[in-house]
Every structure is written in structure tokens, then in C-alpha cells.
């Protein structure tokens, strides 16, 4: 019996997290700057914080809640889908964050073996939860070479011809690692050719308040549309770790077999948690937008700092914390140039490779203030002028 012989098959063959290997690079590097994680700099609102470190001594903070949510924020959830998002016909589920509201859904509407659609470049975590559930027919599809949108013409070819139909059709609007929106008309087309064929279409809409340059975020909601969204890094709470769904009410059973998922993976989202996101929602989005409209110095900052690989080369920043760029021809292995870049120049990004785009990097503007952003940027900078005019050189 081999090493593996003895462990599942949908462990060992999904791919290693990226972050995981990122990590453990600059663990390895001494003065590293990090424009790898998917994080922002700032903590929840102090107000916030403020009145839930005085419920830590509170009995119900130590039991268990509602499988689906503390009442009163799915109460206050329904209201921000309704006013922000014009979501109207959704129920609401807490979750451990967005990745385990997409690992919920993918639990309850697939089954191993099913057929699943994505576009490359694709959030990594994504494509892990579909290999770790048993889903290994992936159908990866193009994304338009100058605006990253997903590929509506591909993705009809595809509904049309794939016999069984794909199960579920999944985007993250704004993108995830491309850093860009799928605008209105777009999203509401590959919204409309997932019902046509009969198949569901999931949102992640973690980054909705990152827009830029007048932008503005825009849902779809049908009973084929399951979105999900994030406090974490509106918020702030990357580490309090909680997310939701917004589901159709209305497809019977839906609700029922969620909270199957749910109960057995984390019983409930950690409930002073879910307090601490009851009050950011006190606070509001204008809070938020006050925190993101910075990003956009950063976003510039990163965007010159990128200039060395050419005019064409970096896509992306429209929305999310994320720019795109693509590495020069002869430098195909991104994660050996992710790792001089961290060895040689102190700065850290993600490989392309692992959202399925060999040759290119992501760049996350979002985790640094404004002076530490700079800093990486001339790093950034000569490390790309160095790459392309000399090589790699030790």
C-alpha cells in the first residue's frame, strides 16, 4: 500500500492551498512584505468592537445558536439584501465565512461526479471545493483577454453541448483574482442561460462594496441564483470569520437540506461573531466605502510599480482588491518567480497556476496602508525591472 493508500482520494488529489505554500515562503524570508493574502488593513468598526467585547461575559455567547443565524441578524441581513442589494425573494444562512456558505452550496446541490462550470481565471478556493466533495468533472472556461469577463458565448456552447447538463455555473462579481466586474447586462445573461439550461448559478459577492471609478454593484436574484457575501473584509473580519447565503425561498427543500450541511460542519457560525457582525451592520456601508475609497492610492501605487512588464500586461482593479498581471513569455513558472520576487526583493504574490493561468501573478492592494503599500511597490518595481531586463538572477 502506497503513503496515500490509506487516505481519501478527494483529500489527496485536491490541489495544496496556495496560501498554505505562500505562507510558508515567507516564513522562509526575513523583512518580507506581503501582497499575496486577500486581506485588508483596518479592524472592524470601534463602535462595534467596542459594545461586543462588554458581551464576553454574556451565557448565551458560550452556548449554541440557531443552526442558520442569530435571529436578529438574519432579520437585519434580510433588510440590508432588500435595501442594498434588491434581493427580495431570499432567505438568509450564516455561515463560518464565504468559503463555507460556497462549500454549504456545493454540498447541497452536488453530487460527486456532477459537471460544474468555471471561468479562469478562478478563485482557487473555489475549484478546492469542488475537488474535495467529489466533483472532478471541472469545466474551466475562457475569460475575454482584454476585460477578464467571463466568456458568455463559450458558456452557451457549453450548456448547450455538455450532455449531462453542468449541475451549477459559479462567478465572483467583483472578481476574484481578477479583479474586475461583470457588468449588469453580462451577469443577468449568464443568469438567464443557467435557467434556460436548467442548472444553478452562484454568486460570490464578497468584495460588493469594493468598487471603483463610479462603478456600482448589482445582484441577480431567481429561484436558479445563489449569492453569497462576506463580513470579512468589508469589515474587517477576516478572523471573526463570518459569511451568509442568500438562497431562493422558494425551491422547496433547500432550506431543509442546508441546514443539514450546516449542522454538521460548524453547528452554528461562532455566535459573539455573528454580534460583532449585528453591530458592523449597525454602523453601515457608508463605513465601509469611507474605508475602500483609500484603496485607491494603493491600487495606483501597485499599478506603476506592475509598468516594467508592459502596458498590456495588468488587467483587473475595477473592483475587489486585486490586480492581474501577466508575467513575460520566457517566465511561464510563475511560482518560481513568486519565489525570487519574495528571496531576492522581500515581496510576495500569488502564482497565476493556482487560479488556473500559468505566467501570471495577483497583486492584493488591500492589505497595507498607504506608506507599507509604497514600500512594496518600489520593491515590486525593481524586482520586475530586474526580472525583465536581466532574468532571474540569483
Known amino acids: 500500500m502506497g503513503s496515500f493508500g490509506m487516505l481519501a482520494r478527494r483529500a489527496v488529489l485536491t490541489e495544496t492551498p496556495v496560501m498554505v505554500q505562500i505562507q510558508e515562503l515567507i516564513r522562509g524570508v526575513k523583512d518580507c512584505i506581503s501582497l499575496a493574502q486577500g486581506v485588508v488593513y483596518w479592524q472592524p468598526p470601534k463602535q462595534a468592537l467596542d459594545k461586543t467585547k462588554d458581551l464576553v461575559w454574556e451565557p448565551s455567547i458560550s452556548r449554541y445558536g440557531a443552526d442558520e443565524g442569530l435571529p436578529e441578524l438574519r432579520e437585519a441581513l434580510m433588510k440590508k439584501l432588500r435595501a442594498e442589494n434588491n434581493l427580495h425573494k431570499s432567505s438568509v444562512m450564516v455561515t463560518a465565512g464565504a468559503n463555507q456558505a460556497f462549500v454549504n452550496l456545493v454540498l447541497t446541490l452536488c453530487d460527486a461526479g456532477d459537471s460544474v462550470v468555471m471561468f479562469a481565471p478562478y478563485y482557487f478556493n473555489a475549484y478546492m471545493s469542488f475537488q474535495m466533495t467529489g466533483v472532478t468533472d471541472i469545466l474551466v472556461g475562457p475569460s475575454h483577454p482584454e476585460t477578464l469577463h467571463p466568456d458568455a458565448d463559450w458558456l452557451e456552447m457549453t450548456l448547450k453541448n455538455t450532455v449531462p447538463i453542468p449541475k451549477l455555473v459559479t462567478v465572483v462579481n467583483p472578481g476574484n483574482p481578477s479583479g474586475t466586474y461583470i457588468p449588469e447586462p453580462l451577469l443577468r445573461r449568464i443568469s438567464s442561460l443557467c435557467k434556460e439550461a436548467g442548472c444553478w448559478l452562484l454568486v460570490d459577492n464578497t468584495y460588493e462594496y469594493f468598487m471603483y471609478d463610479g462603478r456600482k454593484h448589482v445582484c441577480v436574484e431567481d429561484d436558479h441564483v445563489a449569492n453569497i457575501f462576506s463580513f470579512s473584509k468589508a469589515y474587517g473580519m477576516m478572523g471573526w470569520r463570518v459569511g451568509y447565503i442568500a438562497y431562493p425561498s422558494k425551491v422547496e427543500g433547500l432550506a431543509e437540506q442546508l441546514l443539514k450541511v450546516q449542522d454538521n460542519i460548524p453547528i452554528c457560525a461562532s455566535i459573539i461573531s455573528q454580534r460583532l457582525a449585528l453591530h458592523a451592520l449597525e454602523v ?71 487560479s488556473g493561468c500559468p505566467g501570471y501573478v495577483r497583486v492584493s492592494f488591500g492589505g497595507l496602508k498607504e506608506d507599507d503599500c509604497r514600500a512594496a511597490s518600489e520593491r515590486l518595481r525593481k524586482g520586475l525591472e530586474e526580472l525583465v531586463s536581466r532574468g532571474m538572477v540569483s
Open 284 to 354: 453601515g456601508p457608508a463605513w465601509v466605502t469611507d474605508q475602500v475609497k483609500d484603496l485607491a492610492k494603493s491600487r495606483a501605487l501597485l499599478t506603476e510599480a506592475l509598468s516594467p512588464l508592459g502596458e498590456d500586461a495588468v488587467k483587473g482593479g475595477e473592483g475587489a482588491i486585486y490586480l492581474w498581471a501577466k508575467l513575460p513569455e520566457e517566465h511561464v513558472d510563475d511560482f518560481q518567480v513568486v519565489r525570487w520576487l519574495a528571496r531576492r526583493h522581500g515581496v510576495v504574490l500569488i502564482p497565476g497556476s493556482s
